[in-house]
């Protein structure tokens, strides 16, 4: 039977502490050194140490972690625990990025980093135009986690650090793939897998433990291995997202309902109801990506999903992948632990409501 998917498995809990005490260690530093300097600069470092503790799955820390120790790595190795909390500041980098390019008011139930700053100078009536200011600070913001995170991963061995490079590329060329779907509109369903495969698969899964396998000079040993567990995986996990960006309770979420709709993100979701929709039902998938999309229409658009059958397709596809993911393990040469924990994370990543 696998985890609850309101409760996190341990093999994801168990990992959480050390990075987090690891980046707050590090961002308390980076305050006390530049607010000193001029207390201006604490703002925007706070905001970016709030922003990281007070919320995530840290399931990219995890992943990391397991491939480490099945991998053979110690579990207390400083260098795994880096690792992990440079990915963490690097989905920092990613998320607060991300919330600008969307135009996005919230994260975790909180404003999000750009609204934030606008708030603040609508508040002190300062020069200039507060959207414009609280977008540059978010994205200088969001450049410094990505630089933190750099810092963190500079003395790993080289194909780990080969590996963190290569997820870096990965996630702008989603991100790039992903941002000219939403504006072009209408994006088959070979073209949305690959965003979502770029955007989120490989970064989230993937390369995670590849870098984990690396840190202890085993990933030529284990790559094909752990690509046959992570790619599957990795779009399972999308295509969750997917849904939860459609269908999920903003309570859970910490996102307004439907905004992915409101968003027009090219998932595969709505790249099956498109193909599947007929002329009566066009029309109102037309106005997916409407800024002005009603919650009548969200409902309205709901429906048309699960009308269409492209919400089972999707839920289908993620058992699927998941099953495929959960099969790579057989036969891998990884300490007990490790598997298991492996298997834990694989249900919790496609059965999560959050």
């Known amino acids: 039977m696998s ?15 050390p990075v987090e005490d690891r980046v707050r260690s590090l961002l308390d530093e980076e305050i006390r050194h530049w607010s000193a300097i001029d207390a201006d600069l604490t703002e925007p470092l706070q905001a970016l140490a709030e922003f990281i503790l007070g919320g995530g799955k840290r399931l990219r820390p995890a ?32 998320l607060i990025h991300d919330d600008v390019m969307d135009g996005s008011d919230t994260r975790r139930r909180a404003a999000t980093i750009h609204t934030r700053f ?3 100078h609508q508040e002190g009536s300062w020069n200039g135009e ?41 996630v702008n060329i989603g991100q790039y793939l992903d941002v000219l779907g939403a504006a072009r509109g209408g994006t088959d369903l070979a073209t949305s897998r690959r965003i979502a495969h770029y955007k989120s698969g490989k970064y989230t899964i ?12 085993r990933l030529q040993e284990f790559r094909e291995q752990l690509s046959a567990y992570g790619s599957p995986l990795g779009e399972a996990f999308q295509l969750r997202d997917d849904i939860l960006g459609a269908f999920g309770d903003e309570a859970r979420t910490g996102k307004p309902v ?7 993100k090219p998932t595969p979701l709505l790249a099956i109801a498109r193909a599947e929709a007929s002329a009566q039902q066009r029309p109102l998938l037309d106005r997916v990506g409407a800024v002005d999309l009603s919650v009548d229409e969200i409902s309205a658009i709901q429906q048309l999903l699960i009308d269409t059958g492209a919400r089972q397709h999707i839920e289908d596809d993620i058992a699927a992948l998941t099953t495929s993911a959960i099969e790579a393990l057989d036969g891998i040469a990884f300490d ?16 999560r409501d959050l």
Not at 66 to 85: H, K, L, M, R, S
Not at 206 to 217: N, Y
């Open 130 to 170: 507060a959207r414009r200011f609280g977008e540059g600070v978010a994205i200088l913001i969001g450049d410094l986690a990505e630089v933190f995170a750099d810092r963190l991963m500079v003395g790993a061995p080289s194909t780990a650090f080969e590996a963190w490079s290569q997820l870096k590329i990965e």
């Open 206 to 217: 993937e390369r995670p433990l590849h870098i984990g396998a690396a840190l202890v000079d």
């Open 258 to 264: 439907g905004d992915d709709l409101r968003e027009g």
């Open 63 to 94: 992943f990391c972690h397991w491939a480490f120790i099945g991998a053979g790595g110690p579990p207390e190795d400083a260098a795994v625990i880096d690792a992990g909390a440079a990915l963490e500041l690097l989905h920092a980098f990613a």
């Open 336 to 351: 007990h632990a490790a598997i298991a924990a492996l298997r834990d994370l694989a249900h919790y990543v496609s059965d």
């Open 118 to 120: 606008a708030a603040a």
């Open 3 to 17: 985890p609850s998917a309101s409760a996190p498995p341990t093999a994801l809990t168990v990992v959480a502490g």
